[in-house]
């Protein structure tokens, strides 16, 4: 609801109304003002990310942590049910070492599969980050679930304590 008032562009125009208006009323506007969610995208534990590129439509990838921790993979499969809940299996990322669980980091809908990834798995491997998997749809009663998932610079923060810097 804020964002269709509040644009990059304008920002510096109604911060001050923003600020006398209070985080009550809209707590959303905390990413913008104190910049930990420069580049948009939230992330679960599971090294998921997801983006919003329209109001309830956003674009769902892995970070280049799986790539710095597990080996290149092989191979994407992707299981055929388009609902899926909160913590589910949602496809997975196959190497000669390694198989990772991609899991729903919230109820959500694959709208649409990027099918360049799963036919050329070169391309993933190059750049996971910059990569999306998917298009989801996430309902608006469920955007709640949003608010458990990580801002970039939290995630940076905790898994930075590993040794791992992510390339954004």
């Given at each position: 609801?804020?964002?269709?008032?509040?644009?990059?562009?304008?920002?510096?125009?109604?911060?001050?109304?923003?600020?006398?208006?209070?985080?009550?009323?809209?707590?959303?506007?905390?990413?913008?003002?104190?910049?930990?969610?420069?580049?948009?995208?939230?992330?679960?534990?599971?090294?998921?990310?997801?983006?919003?590129?329209?109001?309830?439509?956003?674009?769902?990838?892995?970070?280049?942590?799986?790539?710095?921790?597990?080996?290149?993979?092989?191979?994407?499969?992707?299981?055929?049910?388009?609902?899926?809940?909160?913590?589910?299996?949602?496809?997975?990322?196959?190497?000669?070492?390694?198989?990772?669980?991609?899991?729903?980091?919230?109820?959500?809908?694959?709208?649409?599969?990027?099918?360049?990834?799963?036919?050329?798995?070169?391309?993933?491997?190059?750049?996971?980050?910059?990569?999306?998997l998917m298009k989801i749809s996430i309902k608006k009663e469920n955007r709640n679930q949003l608010n458990e998932l990580l801002s970039t610079l939290n995630y940076?923060?905790?898994?930075?304590?590993?040794?791992?810097?992510?390339?954004?």
């Open positions: 609801m804020l964002e269709q008032y509040v644009t990059k562009e304008n920002i510096l125009t109604v911060l001050p109304a923003l600020c006398i208006i209070g985080y009550k009323f809209y707590p959303e506007i905390k990413d913008w003002l104190f910049h930990e969610n420069i580049d948009g995208k939230l992330y679960s534990d599971n090294h998921v990310w997801i983006k919003e590129i329209g109001y309830n439509t956003f674009l769902l990838g892995v970070s280049d942590y799986l790539n710095k921790k597990y080996s290149n993979f092989n191979l994407v499969s992707f299981k055929e049910n388009t609902k899926y809940r909160k913590n589910t299996k949602i496809a997975t990322l196959i190497s000669l070492h390694n198989n990772f669980e991609i899991r729903a980091p919230c109820d959500l809908r694959i709208e649409e599969i990027n099918k360049e990834v799963n036919s050329n798995i070169t391309e993933l491997c190059k750049n996971y980050e910059g990569t999306p940076q923060n905790k898994y930075m304590s590993e040794g791992t810097i992510l390339n954004n």
